[in-house]
């Protein structure tokens, strides 16, 4: 099974800038549909945006259109995902998540998933 390891949260202030980063184990991952997901303290985990299988057509959550990128790089079997303009409510815990069974990611038992990077945003 594929293995994912997230890098790159940490504490930034409003309007600032980070990139999240996963590394996959297997070179697979290049082709599998992929996604980045967040759970705030307390909250459910939620989709952030995703990249499908099909066609590499992204999807993004309405609150972070506009603000955050996501992307990879197959050659490195890396996601990434640049966040721009962060806000207080964007602080989280970020999960790397891949499906290799299905053309989008989802919560569901085939999902796989990194260990998470917090993300905290001060105002």
């Known amino acids: 099974q594929v293995e994912l390891v997230e890098s790159g949260g940490g504490l930034v202030q409003s309007g600032g800038s980070l990139r999240l980063s996963c590394v996959a184990s297997?070179?697979?991952?290049?082709?599998?549909?992929v996604a980045w997901y967040r759970q705030a303290l307390g909250e459910e985990r939620e989709f952030v945006a995703g990249?499908?299988?099909?066609?590499?057509?992204?999807f993004y959550e309405d609150s972070v259109k506009g603000r955050f990128t996501i992307s990879r790089d197959k050659a490195k079997n890396t996601l990434y995902l640049q966040m721009n303009n962060l806000k207080p409510e964007d602080t989280a815990v970020y999960y790397c998540?891949?499906?290799?069974?299905?053309?989008?990611?989802?919560?569901?038992?085939?999902?796989?998933w990194g260990q998470g990077t917090r993300v905290t945003v001060s105002s």
């Open positions: 998540a891949t499906d290799p069974a299905k053309p989008m990611v989802a919560i569901t038992p085939s999902t796989v």
């Open positions: 297997e070179r697979a991952f290049s082709r599998y549909a």
């Open positions: 990249i499908s299988s099909i066609d590499e057509i992204t």
